[in-house]
């Protein structure tokens, strides 16, 4: 099975499972809307052979793996597009309970790019997301290092980006630790960020949409962030000046 680093990375951010709830299934077949053609219908063994799942639904509802739902791929490894769920033990902010996650890959092509608004938004949506995001391979592990601190000490971040604080540190749940290229905020997160001031986001407004449950997926460039590029260097610090909540960089 290939993988590598072009592609671009969904991850995004919710309230823990309970119950019987049917997030996972209405995650699951908002991505398969979303892109064209998908069928997350398989799965892979341990030595990464596809598997297939007949009755996909009904296995994905007997298995709650780790507080959220068990690995999906399509079964081409040529495009290979994934997702998975699990329940974090620990909280997005100060004194706030377990969260779920979402982690979901597509090919970092034509394809990919076309869908990809579609796709964060289907995934965080169907999640009941406080935030999340979608963000190329290369820009994700940059981004990373606004957080991870170094053996020295506090993080590091590259190319004069924002040193971020960890979720401890954070006041909200709601409130997103970083930013990537699309940027999904549930209507409190946009909320607890003050998006949007028609004065001040008119460049972001152009590149946003609203979504259903009254929440925005954000896009900082064009193109999916590529950090070599001056212009994207550039909307994403602008970006990180105009929020400084994000990543609990002050309080309001």
Known sequence: MTSGHN???????APALVGSDMRPLTIIYGMERALP????????SEKEDFIALPRRDEWVAANRTDGGFPFLCNND????????GWEN??????????????????????????????VLEAVAEGARSFWGHATPFNAGVEIA???????????????????????DKIRLPEIPHYLGWLNYWSAAAAEAIRFPDPARDSDLLSLARRTASGGWVVQLTDAPLDLDNPAHLDALKRAYERFPEIGGRSSL
């Not at 053609?37 to 892979?44: D, I, Y």
């Open 37 to 44: 053609g998908l069928r997350l219908g398989w799965t892979t």
């Open 77 to 84: 490894d040529n495009h290979l597009v994934t997702i998975a």
């Open 145 to 167: 290092q606004q957080t991870n601190p170094t053996l020295e000490g506090p993080p590091r971040p590259p190319r004069g980006l924002p040193a971020l604080k960890l979720p």
């Open 7 to 13: 592609e671009l990375g969904i991850i995004v951010y």
């Open 89 to 118: 033990p620990n909280g997005l902010a100060a004194g706030s309970p377990p969260h779920f996650e979402v982690h979901a890959d597509l090919p970092l092509d034509a394809a990919g790019i076309a869908a990809a608004v579609d």
